[in-house]
């Protein structure tokens, strides 16, 4: 019995390491590639809590068509405060995002996840409209780019491991899935430019 007992704590801590090492291997990567947020974002009213939000994205892309970059810069906003915990920042962005997206004449898919966005106060289920805007985002941003790079990130551990992805202009990672419980889980999976 003791024996089994032994095996199965032994089991645990590696999975338990498993996910660790998962979410941790870019690391080093990531404490290299620090920056610093945007002027325009750091203008906002925003928690000064932790360095969370003051090692965001820095908008850095352009894009061909002025809604576009509306768009990417808004959906920007939403995930900056995911990576906060910050509900209500991130609806604010939701509502921009809705507006520019109307005015790009989006799928309606995309709309309909923004406005789940705009209308939930949960974090949770923020964050699932967000996996479904990250989603619908794609077909926006695709060869929309006139200059600058956009990293396709994925989290192995997102929605009970089934994993996700967001967009960010930043190489480093900065999970809006997680925010601080875990901050830097995930890696770069794709370059746009």
């Known amino acids: 019995m003791r024996k089994q007992v032994r095996n199965g704590l032994m089991v645990a801590a590696l999975v338990a390491s498993f996910g660790f090492y998962s979410c941790g291997e870019n690391k080093d990567k990531n404490e290299e590639n620090t920056t610093v947020m945007d002027e325009k974002m750091n203008s906002e009213d925003h928690s000064d809590s932790s360095e969370i939000m003051n090692v965001e994205d820095v908008i850095n892309v352009q894009f061909k068509e002025t ?5 990417f810069e808004h959906y920007i906003g939403i995930k900056s405060a995911l990576v906060a915990s910050d509900n209500t920042e991130a609806q604010k962005h939701a509502g921009m995002l809705l ?3 109307t005015e790009a004449k989006a799928e ?3 709309l309909d996840a923004t406005k789940q966005l705009v209308e939930a106060t949960d974090i949770d289920k923020q964050r699932q409209a967000f996996s479904k805007i990250t989603q619908g985002m794609e077909t926006v941003l695709a ?3 006139s200059s600058g790079e956009i990293y396709k990130q994925f989290c192995p551990m997102a929605f009970e491991g089934k994993g996700d992805y967001w967009y960010s202009t930043s190489s480093e990672i ?7 419980k875990m901050l830097k889980c995930g890696r770069v999976e794709e370059v746009l430019n």
């Open 108 to 110: 309606q898919t995309l």
């Open 99 to 101: 507006e520019s997206l």
């Open 174 to 180: 900065r999970n809006p899935y997680f925010g601080d």
């Open 143 to 145: 060869g929309a780019l």
């Open 67 to 71: 809604t576009t970059q509306a768009a």
